[in-house]
């Protein structure tokens, strides 16, 4: 959505329907392009619901001006998923309503009505508008992602209390496992098997670490699959982001998830922003310096640490301007702050190039 579209909704549209998702029941409230309340109505969050909820968005909004509207679903998705699918297929323009922020909400109370009636009012203020994101591939790619870091998270704990085990055991177990890497005391761990005259204790913690090892290789075949999904849906939206130093499967997968399709994000400084990577001004005085946004997606900003700190180490360019800009006196948190902002900007131009 462009920033001229944005700036003017209230111009463009004769209501806006802001709705309040839940599990179980969606709240909406029919705005004038002035913020005036017109109509409210809570329903089902089933498939009739809906259903009632479009006919009746339709009642209060076909005879005001020419009937143009647009909607602005809080939790859109999440809890309001079933229903963006529905004005998605029937034509309906969608915004994401942006969170009030803990002040305003103390100070104006909170019901599903008042949160209705604020979605509608929040996306009429807002300098630019979001629509929310896509399905289809990009949906497959967060799904893959999400699950990636729930078996990369749950190896870790694994390995954590496999390697436990081996700490606590009695020497003759020890010795078996000293001076092997993980890789290797898995392998060993998923054949190991307790003697005759072994105690229970000495049954037990074989029995546990051989289970523990058995689950540990599961989530390895695991995150070889997922990774493979990912590498394929990848070079199926936007091969070129593989193709530049720093980049792999995953921290392309994060870019593309929060990018999302083409009009989500309206320019590369945008992009910066939601990545957390844009510079904040941070002047008092004769010192005029910007520090890092602690803002944004953090899972964004993290995927693009990761590829700035892998440029640092193998990419020659890069390391040839580390040198340059340490030679003007920039310390190393400035010198990775622009570096960062570069490589947003740089994947936002390779995306949006992407058919």
């Excluded at 799904?143 to 390697?163: E, G, M």
């Excluded at 990018?259 to 004769?286: D, I, K, M, N, Q």
Aim: net charge positive.
């Amino acid at each position: 959505m462009s920033s001229v579209l944005a700036e003017r909704l209230a111009d463009r549209v004769d209501a806006i329907i802001g709705v309040d998702t839940h599990t179980d029941t969606h709240t909406a409230a029919v705005v004038s392009p002035v913020g005036s309340v017109l109509a409210e109505l809570t329903v089902t969050a089933t498939t009739d619901g809906v259903a009632s909820l479009l006919a009746w968005a339709g009642e209060h909004t076909n005879g005001l001006g020419s009937g143009r509207r647009a909607w602005a679903l809080d939790s859109a998705r999440s809890h309001g998923v079933g229903l963006l699918h529905a004005l998605r297929t029937a034509n309906e323009t969608v915004f994401e309503a942006p969170k009030p922020t803990a002040t305003a909400r103390r100070r104006g109370g909170k019901s599903d009505s008042l949160d209705a009636v604020h979605s509608a009012r929040a996306v009429l203020a807002a300098d630019h508008t979001t629509t929310p994101r896509a399905d289809g591939d990009r949906e497959a790619l967060r799904i893959l992602h999400a699950c990636r870091r729930h078996y990369t998270d749950t190896r870790t704990a694994t390995v954590n209390l496999f390697k436990s085990l081996i700490l606590t055991a009695d020497d003759e177990l020890r010795d078996q496992f000293r001076g092997r890497n993980t890789d290797q005391q898995v392998r060993l761990a998923a054949d190991l098997t307790a003697g005759e005259d072994a105690d229970t204790l000495a049954r037990l913690r074989r029995d546990q670490m051989t289970a523990l090892a058995n689950h540990i290789r599961d989530l390895d075949r695991l995150l070889a699959t997922n990774l493979r999904h990912i590498r394929d849906l990848v070079t199926a939206m936007c091969p070129p982001l593989l193709k530049q130093p720093g980049i792999g499967p995953v921290t392309a997968a994060v870019a593309l998830i929060s990018w999302s399709h083409h009009g989500r994000v309206r320019s590369e400084a945008a992009f910066a922003a939601l990545a957390g990577v844009s510079p904040v001004p941070a002047s008092s005085g004769r010192t005029v310096r910007h520090r890092l946004n602690r803002g944004g997606d953090r899972t964004l900003n993290s995927a693009i640490h990761t590829i700035a700190k892998s440029r640092q180490r193998y990419h020659q360019p890069t390391k040839d301007y580390i040198t340059r800009r340490t030679t003007e006196g920039r310390t190393p948190r400035e010198i990775t702050r622009v570096l960062k902002r570069y490589i947003a900007r740089q994947i936002w131009w390779i995306i949006q190039a992407a058919p």
